[in-house]
Structure formats: C-alpha cells, structure tokens
C-alpha cells in the first residue's frame, strides 16, 4: 500500500487520537502517523514500508526509539510493510532483533519503547477491515505478527 494511502486510512484507534499524520514531531523526525492517549502521551507510532531496504527498518527503530527518548514517551512501534518474494515479516523481525538487543545495551536507562511489532500491509488492511482496535488482542493475534519483545 502506498504512503498516501496508509496515511489516508481511518486507523482503528479505539480510545485514543491520531496525534500526527506525516508531520514533523521533532528535527527531521516525520512518523506516518502517531496515536496519543488521554494525556497526550504518544503511545504507538506507525510506519510503512513499502521497500526491502532492511537499513529503512533500523532507521524506523532508531527514530523512533531517539523520539521516545527525549519526550519521555514509551510507545510502542508498528511497522507496517509490504512482503516480497524476498522480504517476508518473519526475516524483517530476525533482522531487527539482533540491532534492538544491541541497542538496548548501549543505553544506559535501557529502551523508551515498549516493543516493536511488525505486521503485513495485506495483514493490516485485514485487521482494517474487521475493525480491529490497532494493538488490541485481535489484531496481535494475526498470525503474520512480529512481536519483538524489548
């Protein structure tokens, strides 16, 4: 799905509100979108994919996490990407996951998110469909899911 596209979309946020939407939320920082909660607390951020590059993934994280880090915020981050022959979820994850374990030791106070969860675009249009509240116990349940524990 295309960046304008997956901006577009109405998000299932539940009781939360769509905080961003491609806008700049700190220097050269321009999640696709971001969801606050009641406090105005951002609580997840979400990105797509349309690429293999594995290096935008890494950046998604570190974005993300550097973010985090100085709003003392501890969301969580949802990448949403387009699977290829040669790019699946599943190698997404394993290649992330060394990098995260990396990352979380050279930070003294340990890692601002709370998990990185990788999802299909073809999975989350599904979720879409079925109104599934992003993060909720349904849409985790998709079992093209990627959750990466921090």
Same mark, same amino acid.
């Given at each position: 799905?295309?960046?304008?596209?997956? =901006?577009?979309?109405?998000?299932?946020?539940?009781?939360? +509100?769509?905080?961003?939407?491609?806008?700049?939320?700190?220097?050269?920082? +321009?999640? !696709?979108?971001?969801?606050?909660?009641?406090?105005?607390?951002?609580?997840?951020?979400?990105?797509?994919?349309?690429?293999? !590059?594995?290096?935008?993934?890494?950046?998604?994280?570190?974005?993300?996490?550097?973010?985090?880090?100085?709003?003392?915020?501890?969301?969580?981050?949802?990448?949403?990407?387009? +699977?290829?022959?040669? @790019? @699946?979820?599943?190698?997404?994850?394993?290649?992330?996951?060394?990098?995260? @374990?990396?990352?979380?030791?050279?930070?003294? !106070?340990?890692?601002?998110?709370? =998990?990185?969860?990788?999802?299909? !675009?073809?999975?989350?249009?599904?979720?879409?469909?079925?109104?599934?509240?992003?993060?909720?116990?349904?849409?985790?349940?998709?079992?093209?899911?990627?959750?990466? =524990?921090?």
């Amino acid at each position: 799905m295309k960046n304008s596209e997956f =901006k577009s979309m109405n998000h299932q946020v539940g009781n939360y +509100e769509i905080a961003t939407n491609g806008s700049q939320v700190s220097q050269g920082y +321009e999640p !696709d979108i971001t969801i606050k909660n009641s406090n105005g607390e951002v609580i997840y951020i979400l990105e797509s994919e349309q690429k293999t !590059d594995r290096k935008a993934f890494i950046g998604d994280v570190i974005k993300a996490e550097k973010y985090a880090q100085e709003n003392n915020f501890s969301p969580v981050l949802v990448i949403v990407m387009k +699977e290829f022959n040669n @790019t @699946t979820v599943k190698q997404i994850a394993d290649h992330l996951k060394p990098y995260i @374990t990396w990352l979380s030791h050279i930070i003294s !106070d340990g890692l601002k998110l709370k =998990k990185v969860i990788i999802i299909s !675009d073809n999975c989350y249009k599904k979720s879409f469909d079925q109104q599934e509240v992003i993060c909720s116990e349904n849409f985790l349940r998709r079992a093209e899911i990627i959750e990466i =524990k921090l």
